[in-house]
């Protein structure tokens, strides 16, 4: 067979992900359809920069979700080696290809042989699968605290400032750095403060429902129960791995029993995963404790605090909505944020393992040939660049339509 030209290439990429296709396609005309009754998100649609950026954003979702776990979109295994076909250019024939095997390496191969737009897919599910899970982790620790601190003042303001400020005074990259170490990993340092920093969606989910709901007991308490079971079963999910929620060389605390852990999460990822959560969360407590201190000086809290309310249910029923156009838009940037940070942990080889399709470690392997080979660089680094940009445009067109809301 011929090598594909540019044309072929591109067409040969475009019927690949006739799924992502038809999924975009059937989002936008819902949401069109729909845009009036769907509140923030639907006034997205009337401004350009905004719906260019959730179709970047959407793309590789969808891409991430289907090529991922869905294993649709890839054209062979991201991890598999083919001989002869070590840093071949974009579009080249397989190398003796066999029955129902596909034919071509669409955007070349790398250095090991493996085929970079399979990687390039696979690639996309680790961000997808790690940013935005991460940020809102993030954003639920900056929540839970910054919002006491910001409206109490005082010593809880004091010192939960002085730790948020400690943290953010070391170079991030360092902090990642000494993070994801095998040194430190070994002392079960990682899944200490993952015992610590997931525990924070579940108090908040409490609070938030018991400030609501405290006037209602016959309501208040099942699902009070309800939640604490489930939830509390996917944090001990999260946490635990091998049965054990910390395995060190010298000794193991027990965690939820296998049969029982909802999540397989490989070992890296966790790491990255707190690595993430704990360098995100003091700029969001600083976020949210500054917009706490101007909101609370507003006329309906002092009128919710007339009526008796107590202070958790003005933080998160007065408070915290009047101040969701800000942190929306801030949610978006930091999933870019974190998405670059990812990139640099994997070009630097922290964290994940050395053959993980992740971006950074894809350019990573490829800039060593960069002069002669940079199909295998490019590509991620071009996937790299406009999910960012999308999340970066998404965001200016919610900041828009927030300032108008």
């Not at 979109?73 to 002869?84: E, F, K, Y």
């Not at 997931?198 to 709901?213: A, E, G, H, K, Q």
């Not at 407590?285 to 007339?306: C, E, H, N, P, S």
Request: charged fraction near 15%; glycine fraction near 10%.
């Amino acid at each position: 067979m011929e090598p594909l030209n540019w044309g072929e290439i591109l067409l040969r990429m475009f019927i690949q992900l006739i799924p992502v296709w038809i999924a975009l396609t059937v989002l936008f005309v819902v949401s069109f359809t729909y845009k009036r009754r769907l509140g923030l998100y639907g006034k997205l649609f009337d401004s350009t920069i905004g719906m260019i950026g959730f179709f970047l954003v959407m793309f590789w979702v969808f891409t991430g979700v289907m090529g991922g776990p869905m294993d649709m979109l890839v054209t062979h295994d991201a991890l598999s080696q083919v001989s002869g076909m070590k840093n071949e250019l974009p579009g080249e024939p397989l190398a003796g290809a066999e029955a129902g095997e596909y034919p071509f390496y669409l955007l070349g191969g790398d250095n090991l042989a493996r085929d970079v737009f399979s990687r390039l897919i696979k690639g996309a599910w680790v961000v997808v699968q790690i940013a935005p899970v991460a940020t809102l982790f993030a954003f639920m620790v900056g929540i839970t605290l910054g919002l006491p601190a910001g409206y109490y003042g005082g010593r809880l303001d004091t010192s939960l400032s002085f730790l948020a400020n400690l943290i953010l005074a070391f170079p991030v990259i360092l902090l990642f750095y000494l993070l994801v170490t095998p040194e430190i990993v070994l002392t079960g340092i990682p899944n200490y403060m993952a015992l610590f920093l997931f525990i924070f969606p579940l108090i908040f989910m409490l609070i938030l429902l018991n400030s609501r709901y405290h006037t209602q007991p016959k309501v208040r308490t099942p699902l009070l129960i309800a939640v604490m079971l489930g939830m509390g079963w996917l944090y001990l999910s999260l946490v635990s791995t091998n049965g054990s929620v910390v395995a060190t060389p010298t000794y193991a605390i027990p965690g939820l029993p296998e049969f029982l852990d909802l999540f397989d999460i490989d070992p890296g990822i966790l790491v990255v995963f707190v690595s993430v959560v704990f360098v995100n969360s003091p700029t969001v407590f600083r976020i949210v404790r500054g917009l706490a201190m101007d909101i609370k000086t507003r006329d309906y809290v002092a009128a919710a605090q007339t009526r008796g309310e107590g202070p958790w249910y003005i933080m998160l029923w007065e408070i915290l909505p009047n101040a969701r156009g800000p942190l929306i838009v801030d949610f978006c940037l930091r999933i870019g944020y974190t998405t670059i940070l990812l990139g640099t942990l994997g070009f630097f080889g922290l964290g994940l393992e050395s053959e993980s399709p992740d971006w950074g470690s894809t350019i990573n392997a490829g800039r060593r040939l960069l002069a002669l080979y940079p199909h295998a660089a490019i590509a991620p680094a071009i996937a790299l660049l406009t999910l960012v940009l999308g999340l970066n445009l998404l965001a200016d067109g919610l900041r828009e339509e927030s300032l108008r809301d």
